[in-house]
């Protein structure tokens, strides 16, 4: 019972949008199958990451949570975890994470930080821009970028790792959009800011598929220009209609559209890696 409190205190759920896209990354800049080693460690750093993030995000925004019906229930709004408890876990973690990182190379130990800052500085900005949603594309955009450099250890021929890098970044700004719907109105009464509450539901959604159609234009991109076979261009054409589908039902049926309908995406991308990669 307390382990199920402590995953979802740290949304493990949500783990599908980024492990697949880490390990597109590292498949990507892998010639062949990757060694176990990287594997190993990339989920573990992996893990200790998405830890500290999320539970910045809860000790950050947990007054606000404590307003809104929606999230009123989460693990310290409602005191089944004490903010005490949650800096532990978000320390332990970050030391976990930067030994980690430490322990794949010293060029990943010194870009490590970065990711940090990043979700970090995410909570505070939906208090200032409407802009706020790019921070969990960033956020999540630095998954495949870091297995890209679990591997290479380098900026060197990076641009397969770019592209998977920006489809992400558009990619999970895009989804970010659809899911702050569900807070519009309690982010315009509370003086909060996100795309619904500056345009409102309906031009929202629509900046949402714009930025999907980027992510898709970056995403057949590196499709194109290092994956291209037969098998891989069954996949594209399937992360195409999952869109299609994610737009179709954003406005009605967020929860299918956000959360079941993405978790395809990811993985349908991480498998037109590795039938490229691999097979």
């Known amino acids: ?21 880490i390990y597109g990354g590292v498949f990507l800049a892998s010639d062949g199958m990757p060694t176990w080693r990287i594997l190993i460690l990339v989920l573990i750093a992996a893990t200790f990451a998405r830890t500290a993030a999320m539970t910045a995000n ?4 947990a007054e606000i949570d404590k ?38 190379s010293l060029f990943c130990f010194i870009l490590s930080p970065i990711p940090i800052i990043i979700f970090i500085v995410y909570p505070y900005l939906k208090r200032f821009t409407h802009f706020a949603h790019f921070g969990v594309g960033i956020g999540l955009a630095c998954a495949p970028l870091g297995g890209w450099f ?35 109105d309690f982010d315009r009464s509370h003086n909060l800011h996100s795309f ?14 714009m ?8 995403l057949a991109g590196l499709h194109f220009y ?23 039902y954003a406005e009605k049926n967020v929860e299918l559209a956000f959360f079941k309908i993405n978790s395809f995406v990811g993985f349908a991308v991480f498998f037109m890696i590795i039938f490229r990669e691999i097979l």
């Open 1 to 21: 019972m307390r382990l199920k409190k402590y995953l979802s205190f740290i949304k493990i759920e949500h783990t599908i949008f980024s492990l697949p896209l």
């Open 58 to 61: 809860r000790i950050i925004d």
């Open 67 to 104: 307003k809104n019906p929606r999230t009123l229930n989460r693990e310290i709004p409602s005191g089944k975890i004490t903010k005490l408890k949650a800096n532990l876990i978000f320390w332990l973690s970050l030391a976990g994470y930067f030994a980690t990182a430490y322990y794949i």
């Open 150 to 184: 679990a591997v290479t250890n380098s900026f060197e021929g990076i641009l397969p790792g770019a592209l998977i890098t920006l489809f992400t970044l558009f990619w999970g700004t895009g989804f970010d959009i659809i899911y702050s719907t569900l807070d519009e």
């Open 196 to 209: 619904p509450v500056k345009f409102g539901k309906r031009k929202a959604l629509l900046y949402s598929m």
């Open 211 to 218: 930025l999907h159609f980027v992510s898709f234009v970056f």
């Open 226 to 248: 290092s994956l291209f076979n037969a098998f891989t261009f069954v996949f594209l054409i399937a992360i195409a209609v999952l869109l299609f589908f994610e737009h179709k």
